[in-house]
């Protein structure tokens, strides 16, 4: 049973850092492909980042690319999403995200991913 559970959300000032942890406790997080999403208040739910089971390959969107860095630590079971030089347009709910054990594709599409965490808000202040 995945279960996946994040931290590290909060209040920073633009151009400031965070770092957002998720958790799972399922015991299959290492034949899963680990991703983040995002949803900022009267907007769809929008792909940040993701990464594959070992963390060799990874994958951003545009919005976010040189800024924003996926990692995992398998032995943690922990995928991290580390967030520099945020900004005021970061500000949303973020969600951490897996696939099925044993689909491989950093997809965009939410659709095409089957474990959700319960969010953590990210608030940028000018």
């Known amino acids: 049973q995945v279960q996946l559970v994040e931290s590290g959300g909060g209040l920073v000032q633009a151009g400031g850092s965070l770092r957002l942890s998720c958790r799972d406790s399922?015991?299959?997080?290492?034949?899963?492909?680990m991703g983040w999403f995002r949803q900022a208040a009267g907007k769809e739910r929008e792909f940040v980042a993701a990464?594959?089971?070992?963390?060799?390959?990874?994958d951003y969107a545009d919005s976010v690319r040189g800024r924003f860095t996926i990692s995992r630590d398998n032995d943690k079971s922990t995928v991290y999403l580390q967030m520099n030089r945020l900004k005021l347009e970061d500000t949303a709910v973020y969600y951490c995200?897996?696939?099925?054990?044993?689909?491989?594709?950093?997809?965009?599409?939410?659709?095409?991913?089957?474990?959700w965490g319960q969010g953590t808000q990210v608030t940028v202040s000018s």
């Open positions: 995200a897996a696939r099925q054990a044993g689909d491989w594709g950093l997809d965009h599409d939410s659709r095409e991913w089957q474990h």
């Open positions: 399922g015991g299959t997080f290492s034949s899963r492909v």
């Open positions: 990464i594959n089971f070992v963390g060799g390959s990874s």
